[in-house]
């Protein structure tokens, strides 16, 4: 596995391979990776000729009050999981190099970055978007893989992709999670060990509305008090939101239809977590 | 000539070539081709193994007041100019296909993109990047040629490429002239034949700057109320703006220093021409 810091020696090998008819698999991180991260590189390692996972920790997709000072960076960790798993190429950039001085150019991410997480973390997508258009251009996969942990990421990214024609297929891949449901996430190492117990009330609330829906319940406006009842029951923090909403364009929905999705971003102590559930379900 | 126009057409041939190690220049355009964009192809087919022009008449740059709707279109005229000029790719997409329903990402464009053309035509450049960057995203090509007539435009696209770490070369390309001084312009056919002599003031302005720097004349402000004499005197309609700044940044000097640019924007009739000079004089 080749570990490369500098952005000029990412693209030529990438592109040299490509060139040679290889598929490239990039799996872009910020790090602090478990076995969700881990999931997308086996996925990339299995369906691609080469797989490149990128580790940065993106100052421009965090708010000026959010966690990028404390955010978990356990490298050789991450580097030994990764080379375990087969990936071929991780590019760790710097800062600096990334952001030079004089940088000043940004993706304006599209409708569906606006609500719900663009409510609550104004910017956040704008970085998202810029670094992963920056990563497209300085690595020349063929396929990215993100999860559905971060759902609408997801649709930010497959919008954008879309919009801008960027030569590079997105696979989403299924959220994975802990034995009692809460997703991974980088963050859940912030827990405290009574808050990791609390914090099983986001994948709680969700499950506990696909049982509703699937007993025939399709008033939105009912389905969402009964998450916000879970997760305050529970002693969640603070609840961002808990809405069901259109699983394409996270519009709101006047009554329960498929594809819909249910999403919830709730405080747990000092902790932000945010869950999601996409329901096929025919009413 | 291999005329396209729709999107999933271009990349696929490109590519290709792109593999077997072929370099491919591209000419962005908006039609109603004159020697200017001609001088861009030559470049381009003398350079490039292939040599890939695109035409079309970018909505989103265009302000609601603006000349969108009459901006001109001689299609034919302009394929048979290409032809002749041994372009291997015209790529004419359809407005429709470019910005479909539901399409909301953007590029924000640098810093570099908010004096002078972004003060006058606010929306402008976040046009012209967008464009810009989708094209180089559907044309896989190694160099992107530019004229130095749009000044402006060539320092907001070089920075883009820097900092959106796209792969691909930007060459800037000398203004074409005509015989007396004239910058070619797909908006001179605008010009009545009254408002055609007149034109030449631009020119003449940013020739006597030239003049009075060589013999020492070094106060900017001076320099820069010399310009809008003369256009004033030549019977400028209005004179948007006519500037000396710094040749990378477009920042304010205080005094005149090398690499510097004067710029001009000037109405002549109803007709909005844009001129510049560069200066590499040793003061």
């Known amino acids: 596995?080749?570990?490369?810091?500098?952005?000029?020696?990412?693209?030529?090998?990438?592109?040299?391979?490509?060139?040679?008819?290889?598929?490239?698999?990039?799996?872009?991180?910020?790090?602090?990776?478990?076995?969700?991260h881990y999931s997308l590189v086996d996925e990339s390692v299995a369906q691609c000729d080469l797989t490149v996972a990128t580790i940065f920790v993106n100052p421009s997709q965090f708010g000026p009050k959010e966690d990028l000072s404390r955010y978990p960076r356990p490298l050789d960790q991450d580097l030994a999981g990764l080379a375990k798993a087969g990936t071929d190429y991780v590019f760790v950039p710097e800062s600096t190099d990334i952001y030079p001085n004089g940088h000043s150019t940004w993706v304006e991410p599209p409708a569906v970055a606006n609500?719900?997480?663009?409510?609550?973390?104004?910017?956040?997508?704008?970085g998202v978007a810029t670094i992963v258009l920056k990563l497209f251009n300085l690595i020349p996969a063929t396929v990215a893989y993100f999860g559905m942990k971060d759902y609408q990421q997801l649709l930010v990214i497959r919008r954008m992709v879309e919009?801008?024609?960027?030569?590079?297929?997105?696979?989403?891949?299924?959220?994975?999670?802990?034995?009692?449901?809460?997703?991974?996430?980088?963050?859940?190492r912030y827990l405290s060990p009574e808050d990791r117990e609390k914090a099983k009330c986001l994948s709680r609330a969700l499950q506990h509305v696909e049982e509703l829906t699937n007993s025939g319940e399709g008033k939105i406006d009912f389905l969402?008090?009964?998450?916000?009842?879970?997760?305050?029951?529970?002693?969640?923090?603070?609840?961002?939101?808990?809405?069901?909403?259109?699983?394409?364009?996270?519009?709101?929905?006047?009554?329960?239809?498929?594809?819909?999705?249910?999403?919830?971003?709730?405080?747990?102590?000092?902790?932000?977590?945010?869950?999601?559930?996409?329901?096929?379900?025919?009413?």
């Open 224 to 283: 969402e008090s009964e998450m916000h009842r879970i997760l305050e029951q529970a002693g969640a923090t603070h609840v961002d939101y808990a809405r069901i909403v259109d699983a394409e364009t996270l519009e709101s929905l006047s009554r329960f239809t498929t594809p819909s999705v249910a999403l919830i971003a709730a405080r747990i102590g000092n902790t932000r977590l945010i869950d999601n559930r996409v329901f096929w379900v025919m009413q």
């Open 115 to 126: 609500p719900l997480e663009g409510e609550f973390r104004p910017g956040h997508y704008r």
């Open 163 to 188: 919009d801008l024609n960027i030569p590079i297929r997105i696979q989403p891949c299924a959220t994975i999670r802990e034995t009692d449901g809460l997703a991974m996430s980088s963050r859940n």
């Open 1 to 36: 596995m080749k570990v490369l810091h500098k952005l000029h020696e990412i693209y030529a090998p990438l592109d040299f391979a490509r060139r040679e008819g290889k598929s490239i698999g990039l799996v872009p991180t910020m790090g602090a990776l478990h076995q969700g």
